[in-house]
Every structure is written in structure tokens, then in C-alpha cells.
């Protein structure tokens, strides 16, 4: 749906990376990344938020449920996070080696 269906500009490169949805069956949260800088995930977030609509009409036709959840899109920052974290990691081995 992302791919062919979708034809907000907004919506640059997205990656959907997972999607939580609750107990009750009435909420999904629907994590995703996005290449680009701020203003891109920004845009990126605002059409994904329009489209909402959109992708439940499609997935109610797909998927035959008896009832729809809302979608809520959010930015996983866990690829961000790892990356830094990564990065932190690489710093201290390179520091250690430097001082031996």
C-alpha cells in the first residue's frame, strides 16, 4: 500500500520496521523509519497521519476483521538509538587501543 497505493509527496522512503497492536484489537501502533533529515520525517509524519483513512479502508478490504484498529504511526527511534549506541562502543575500543 505504501509503494502503489499512496500518493502523498510527503511520504518519502519509509521503512515499516514493526507494529504493535493492543489486546482489545482497537489500536495498532505502527512503527516506521524514514530516510532523510528532520524536515523529511516531519513531512513523513504528517502524510502517514492523513493517510490513516486510507490504510484502514485498504486493510479492511484485505484482511476480512470484524473490526478496524486505529492506526497511530510513530518514528521508531530504536535503529537511532542502536546506531548511537554502536557508535559509542566503537569510540571506546578505538580509545582503548590508542592508549595501549
Known amino acids: 500500500m505504501l509503494l502503489k497505493g499512496l500518493k502523498d509527496p510527503r511520504v518519502g522512503f519509509v521503512t ?3 507494529v504493535k497492536v493492543t489486546s482489545d484489537m482497537h489500536l495498532a501502533r ?12 516531519a513531512d513523513t ?10 490504510f484502514r479502508r485498504e486493510l479492511g478490504r484485505r484482511l ?3 473490526y478496524m484498529p486505529d492506526l497511530v504511526f510513530k518514528f521508531d527511534t530504536s535503529l537511532e538509538y542502536g546506531n548511537r549506541i ?6 571506546l575500543n ?7
Open 94 to 100: 578505538e580509545d582503548r587501543h590508542d592508549n595501549d
Open 64 to 66: 476480512r476483521m470484524r
Open 45 to 54: 509524519q504528517k502524510g502517514l497521519d492523513s493517510a490513516v483513512p486510507y
Open 30 to 41: 505502527v512503527y516506521y523509519t524514514v530516510y532523510g533529515d528532520e524536515k523529511e520525517r
Open 16 to 18: 515499516i520496521t514493526s
Open 86 to 91: 554502536e557508535s559509542l562502543l566503537r569510540q
